[in-house]
């Protein structure tokens, strides 16, 4: 469809008690605007508009890298008056109207809508809210077929109050229509606004019939106003994550308590105990248990691995049959190969380790490949910055370190070797040896122990 998009974002959003904003506000880790321009991206329009007003210039900074035809709406006038500040913008053959404050809008509604739309030259979206209070009704001809025309809360009489199908404000209009219906808007009404829903009166009187297209999902039109809907909101959208999950046979203890801020993706027989938190895509595969609050970012974990609580896990691949923590921290770039064990306060940062070997206790490695069937005591550390340079440790098939070692970088431990406890390695160790550096046990005849005065 030959698109523009214009994006209403030009409100304070007083009832958010900030001085931000509202359409900078996060949803789940982004401002509300730009998961709406995200979306409206997805509809490849010839222009994206925001109109903007209050802190227009923090808005700006915000997308500078982004391809957007911002207009700026001085006064706040009303939603009519938002859309008139873009009318030289607009060059497209239709016009597609969001709100900057809805940020669950998505692509699928969006397609409906437009489609719909290009059949006649206006369409909208409605919902039917058991509550309406506070929206503009979406008045109806006899037959309940037709829409006549919206009627805002404050313009209502006692009958049209009852109407439970309420405007969602996003509509596709025909833009030599739009442009022709704004300028005969007014500001007689209740609040002395620009109404941009009056132009479904004149879309009526121009013989062009409006389609309404029903969302199905509150989410998916559900504007924020204040910080309250906000929270609700993003629990409302985590707990249809959680429901759709579920469907798919995943056992999420309690869909109460688990966050997902991105992608999900979990293969059959999959527990997620609570207080879990996934970013970015996480995929998790089939036999696998998530314990208590781990969190876990952009990552794979494979088939009947088991996380213990309380783990963070980011930019990792972790395979199969692995027990991980409690308390391991597997930061980006660390590849677990399968059957491996890691245990508690273990950090592990750009290292891979290969199959059968164990971490179990207190230790940091990074920059470090780990072979097959290695024994990393605990308390050992990879020294691996120099404080201007990071170096590599390699760690071969077999090696069994001792606990409490120091493992200078680079350094190379070669197949089957053994490293003594408490030792400081700085050159490569041969295999098959027994390698130490340990200053020898001295024991002290006669020594008495202080006693207290
Ligand atoms: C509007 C609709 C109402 C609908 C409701 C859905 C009108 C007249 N009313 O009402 O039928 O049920 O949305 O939420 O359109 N904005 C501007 N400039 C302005 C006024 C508003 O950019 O001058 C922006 C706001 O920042 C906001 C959006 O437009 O993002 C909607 O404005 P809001 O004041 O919330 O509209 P309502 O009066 O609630
Ligand atoms: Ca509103």
């Known amino acids: 469809m030959n698109l523009d998009i214009v994006i209403l974002a030009a409100g304070k959003g007083t009832r958010m008690q900030s001085s931000k904003p509202k359409v900078m506000q996060e949803f789940i880790g982004q401002p509300f605007l730009e998961s709406?321009?995200?979306?409206?991206?997805?509809?490849?329009?010839?222009?994206?508009i925001p109109i903007i007003g209050y802190k227009a210039d923090e808005i700006?900074?915000?997308?500078?890298?982004?391809?957007?035809?911002?207009?700026?709406?001085?006064?706040?006038?009303?939603?009519?008056h938002a859309v008139i500040?873009?009318?030289?913008?607009?060059?497209?053959?239709?016009?597609?109207?969001?709100?900057?404050?809805?940020?669950?809008?998505?692509?699928?509604?969006?397609?409906?809508?437009?489609?719909?739309?290009?059949?006649?030259g206006i369409g909208l979206v409605t919902f039917d809210k058991s509550n309406p209070v506070g929206f503009g009704r979406i008045v109806r001809d006899e037959n309940k077929q037709k829409i006549i025309k919206i009627v805002e809360e404050k313009d209502c009489n006692n009958e049209?109050?009852?109407?439970?199908?309420?405007?969602?404000?996003?509509?596709?209009?025909?833009?030599?229509?739009?442009?022709?219906?704004?300028?005969?808007?007014?500001?007689?009404?209740?609040?002395?606004?620009?109404?941009?829903?009056?132009?479904?009166?004149?879309?009526?009187?121009d013989n062009v019939d409006i389609v309404g297209i029903k969302a199905d999902t509150e989410t998916s039109i559900q504007g924020i106003n204040s910080m309250e809907e906000l929270i609700l909101l993003e629990r409302m959208y985590m707990q249809e994550k959680a429901a759709q999950l579920i469907k798919q046979g995943v056992k999420i203890i309690d869909p109460n308590r688990i966050d997902i801020r991105g992608s999900l993706t979990c293969e059959e027989n999959v527990t997620i105990d609570v207080g879990c938190i996934f970013e970015g895509n996480v995929y998790i595969k089939k036999n696998t248990k998530i314990g208590p609050y781990n969190i876990i970012?952009?990552?794979?974990?494979?088939?009947?691995?088991?996380?213990?609580?309380?783990?963070?896990?980011?930019?990792?691949?972790?395979?199969?049959?692995?027990?991980?923590?409690?308390?391991?921290?597997?930061?980006?770039?660390?590849?677990?190969?399968?059957?491996?064990?890691?245990g508690n306060f273990v950090e592990l940062k750009k290292s891979n380790v290969d199959d059968h070997s164990k971490i179990n206790h207190l230790s940091y490695i990074g920059d470090t490949q780990i072979g097959k069937d290695v024994n990393i005591g605990a308390g050992t550390i990879t020294c691996n910055y120099d404080g201007a340079n990071k170096h590599q440790t390699v760690i071969e098939d077999n090696v069994f370190i001792g606990s409490d070692t120091q493992l200078i970088a680079p350094v190379i431990i070669k197949k089957g070797a053994t490293i003594g406890a408490g030792s400081t390695i700085t050159e490569d160790a041969p295999e098959n040896k027994l390698t130490l550096s340990r200053v020898e046990q001295k024991n002290i005849d006669n020594w008495i122990r202080p006693k207290k005065k």
Request: aromatic share 6%.
């Open 36 to 48: 709406v321009v995200n979306t409206a991206r997805e509809l490849n329009p010839n222009k994206i």
């Open 60 to 80: 700006k900074n915000y997308f500078l890298n982004e391809k957007l035809d911002f207009v700026i709406q001085q006064e706040q006038l009303g939603t009519g």
């Open 85 to 120: 500040q873009a009318i030289k913008e607009i060059t497209s053959q239709f016009t597609l109207i969001l709100y900057g404050d809805v940020p669950l809008i998505n692509k699928e509604l969006l397609l409906k809508l437009t489609d719909a739309s290009k059949k006649t």
């Open 160 to 205: 049209q109050k009852n109407i439970t199908e309420i405007n969602t404000g996003i509509m596709c209009v025909e833009s030599n229509h739009l442009k022709k219906w704004l300028t005969k808007l007014d500001n007689n009404n209740a609040q002395k606004e620009y109404y941009l829903t009056d132009i479904i009166e004149f879309a009526n009187k």
């Open 297 to 342: 970012k952009a990552s794979e974990i494979g088939e009947n691995t088991n996380l213990n609580a309380f783990n963070h896990i980011d930019d990792a691949l972790i395979g199969d049959n692995c027990t991980i923590g409690p308390y391991a921290r597997i930061r980006p770039e660390t590849t677990l190969k399968n059957n491996i064990n890691i």
